[in-house]
């Protein structure tokens, strides 16, 4: 006999409170707004603009959870119109697409359909549509799937095509195709920094792999030029001096700083910038060049620029990197120590940029996770490209095998959303299988290369799902 009151897990489950979408005028939060819209929980057949052309959605898009469109990638029908592929904006009102500033925001411009919870008529750039009509249950019922479960689901419908016969794959040939993905993307990193390497040289090829790094998502581009300003001169000044020229070329010095300021950081980078400045005058960056909304604190281009200092201020950074290569058994930790000799700077390790307070716990300049990024994409890649450059007997062989053994047991890194788009398109979100090493995340990442991105999101031509079908390990008769 049961000892728990019949449905108790649902009583758990019912909100306290009645959400504010259901009380009198309330509006639903926009966060619901997007779920109705990635799940689509709407009566479909049924969809309009506001000026009364036919919406077919052919699919919602990607949820995007970082700055620009709500949506990337749907494929929307128009009236008469052939399918275009475009961001969708979800909104509460019509109002917000000026009311956000998304009119004339470059960031904006691929949205094809803005999608809002209730509307007057009124003219913007992109079609409007109103979803409020079309929901495919009353917003009261569909409330408490809206406010648990509705963000973390997947919507199955959304995998790729490849996803069965994924599933279908036994987990030594799934192991084995991450492998050789993994394998493809290190040698075309390779060859992209051998071809820098020919018009730069090799340690010029490194400085702007690893600068392009650390300016991360956003900020590659001006990270990069600072390598080419500046690189040429590693290990001729001294860490604060090189700091000085990265963040006063960078335009992220303070333009002015009064007189009454103490001696801090700020005022002693400054102060060596304020020398210099004329004779560097014609190559200072425009600070507009800078991402700088919405980042990590962590991620900020000063702290980069200031890590990047370091690296070109000890004449010994890369002779210690190629040591770290040959050294028996090194690793993350032993890469991390080459990157970041000095676990603690006097300033940087208690400050997130010039300007801020300190921080209660010392944060270190560069953590595992970065130090993983720069091993995968810049580091192995830089190591494999030389040790493959020779012809004949220039070529070495042993190097090349201990960097792919360094590479295959990398463990694996930082989840970012490239990996989770990729997980949930070609798994389905399930990540029971996939081997958690960071070549395991390389490989994925090139497959989306490879094949997501040379279709659109309903997969239309992709070959990659009949390949699967075909592979040994595929359940039924597969062959090669
Ligand atoms: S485009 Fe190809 S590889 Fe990408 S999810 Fe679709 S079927 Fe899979």
């Given at each position: 006999?049961?000892?728990?009151?019949?449905?108790?897990?649902?009583?758990?489950?019912?909100?306290?409170?009645?959400?504010?979408?259901?009380?009198?005028?309330?509006?639903?939060?926009?966060?619901?707004?997007?779920?109705?819209?990635?799940?689509?929980?709407?009566?479909?057949?049924?969809?309009?603009?506001?000026?009364?052309?036919?919406?077919?959605?052919?699919?919602?898009?990607?949820?995007?959870?970082?700055?620009?469109?709500?949506?990337?990638?749907?494929?929307?029908?128009?009236?008469?119109?052939?399918?275009?592929?475009?961001?969708?904006?979800?909104?509460?009102?019509?109002?917000?697409w000026q009311g956000h500033r998304h009119a004339g925001n470059?960031?904006y411009?691929?949205?094809?359909?803005?999608?809002?919870?209730?509307?007057?008529?009124?003219?913007f750039a992109?079609?409007?549509?109103?979803?409020?009509?079309?929901?495919?249950?009353?917003?009261?019922?569909?409330?408490?799937?809206?406010?648990?479960?509705?963000?973390?689901?997947?919507?199955?419908?959304?995998?790729?095509?490849?996803?069965?016969?994924?599933?279908?794959?036994?987990?030594?040939?799934?192991?084995?195709?991450?492998?050789?993905?993994?394998?493809?993307?290190?040698?075309?990193?390779?060859?992209?920094?051998?071809?820098?390497?020919?018009?730069?040289?090799?340690?010029?090829?490194?400085?702007?792999?690893?600068?392009?790094?650390?300016?991360?998502?956003?900020?590659?581009?001006?990270?990069?030029?600072?390598?080419?300003?500046?690189?040429?001169?590693?290990?001729?000044?001294?860490?604060?001096?090189?700091?000085?020229?990265?963040?006063?070329?960078?335009?992220?010095?303070?333009?002015?700083?009064?007189?009454?300021?103490?001696?801090?950081?700020?005022?002693?980078?400054?102060?060596?910038?304020?020398?210099?400045?004329?004779?560097?005058?014609?190559?200072?960056?425009?600070?507009?060049?800078?991402?700088?909304?919405?980042?990590?604190?962590?991620?900020?281009?000063?702290?980069?620029?200031?890590?990047?200092?370091?690296?070109?201020?000890?004449?010994?950074?890369?002779?210690?990197?190629?040591?770290?290569?040959?050294?028996?058994?090194?690793?993350?930790?032993?890469?991390?120590?080459?990157?970041?000799?000095?676990?603690?700077?006097?300033?940087?390790?208690?400050?997130?940029?010039?300007?801020?307070?300190?921080?209660?716990?010392?944060?270190?300049?560069?953590?595992?996770?970065?130090?993983?990024?720069?091993?995968?994409?810049?580091?192995?890649?830089?190591?494999?490209?030389?040790?493959?450059?020779?012809?004949?007997?220039?070529?070495?062989?042993?190097?090349?095998?201990?960097?792919?053994?360094?590479?295959?047991?990398?463990?694996?890194?930082?989840?970012?959303?490239?990996?989770?788009?990729?997980?949930?398109?070609?798994?389905?979100?399930?990540?029971?299988?996939?081997?958690?090493?960071?070549?395991?995340?390389?490989?994925?990442?090139?497959?989306?290369?490879?094949?997501?991105?040379?279709?659109?999101?309903?997969?239309?031509?992709?070959?990659?799902?009949?390949?699967?079908?075909?592979?040994?390990?595929?359940?039924?008769?597969?062959?090669?």
């Amino acid at each position: 006999m049961p000892r728990l009151p019949a449905n108790f897990y649902a009583g758990w489950r019912r909100p306290a409170e009645p959400a504010p979408a259901l009380q009198e005028g309330g509006l639903p939060p926009e966060r619901w707004l997007q779920q109705v819209w990635r799940h689509q929980r709407l009566r479909r057949a049924e969809l309009r603009t506001l000026d009364g052309r036919p919406v077919r959605v052919l699919h919602p898009g990607f949820w995007n959870r970082e700055p620009g469109p709500d949506f990337r990638q749907a494929v929307v029908q128009i009236g008469t119109e052939p399918p275009r592929t475009g961001d969708v904006e979800i909104d509460l009102a019509v109002g917000g697409w000026q009311g956000h500033r998304h009119a004339g925001n470059p960031a904006y411009s691929g949205v094809i359909l803005h999608v809002v919870w209730d509307a007057t008529p009124a003219s913007f750039a992109p079609p409007v549509m109103v979803l409020r009509p079309f929901l495919d249950t009353p917003l009261a019922e569909l409330t408490p799937w809206l406010d648990g479960e509705a963000e973390s689901i997947w919507p199955a419908e959304l995998s790729g095509q490849c996803c069965a016969p994924l599933q279908a794959l036994d987990a030594e040939t799934l192991a084995e195709l991450l492998h050789q993905a993994a394998e493809v993307r290190l040698q075309r990193k390779a060859a992209e920094l051998a071809a820098r390497a020919r018009l730069q040289g090799w340690n010029g090829a490194l400085w702007e792999g690893l600068f392009a790094a650390l300016g991360y998502k956003h900020n590659v581009w001006p990270c990069r030029r600072l390598a080419e300003l500046i690189a040429p001169r590693a290990g001729s000044e001294n860490a604060a001096t090189f700091e000085a020229q990265l963040l006063g070329l960078a335009g992220l010095l303070p333009v002015e700083l009064p007189r009454s300021t103490g001696a801090t950081h700020a005022r002693k980078l400054w102060d060596i910038w304020w020398r210099e400045r004329d004779s560097w005058a014609d190559l200072a960056l425009p600070l507009s060049l800078w991402h700088l909304a919405g980042i990590r604190p962590a991620n900020h281009p000063q702290r980069r620029l200031a890590l990047a200092a370091q690296w070109l201020a000890d004449g010994e950074f890369i002779p210690r990197l190629e040591r770290w290569l040959t050294q028996p058994g090194a690793g993350e930790k032993e890469l991390l120590n080459v990157l970041l000799p000095d676990a603690e700077h006097p300033f940087w390790s208690h400050h997130w940029t010039l300007r801020s307070k300190p921080v209660t716990q010392p944060q270190p300049l560069l953590g595992a996770a970065r130090a993983t990024d720069l091993a995968m994409n810049v580091i192995l890649p830089w190591l494999f490209a030389r040790a493959s450059a020779g012809r004949g007997s220039g070529r070495n062989p042993e190097l090349l095998a201990t960097i792919r053994q360094r590479h295959f047991a990398w463990p694996a890194g930082e989840d970012n959303s490239a990996l989770k788009l990729a997980r949930q398109r070609l798994f389905g979100g399930s990540t029971r299988r996939l081997p958690r090493t960071a070549a395991a995340q390389q490989g994925l990442l090139q497959i989306t290369r490879d094949f997501c991105g040379q279709t659109d999101p309903l997969c239309s031509g992709c070959r990659f799902p009949e390949l699967v079908r075909a592979l040994p390990g595929a359940s039924g008769v597969g062959s090669l």
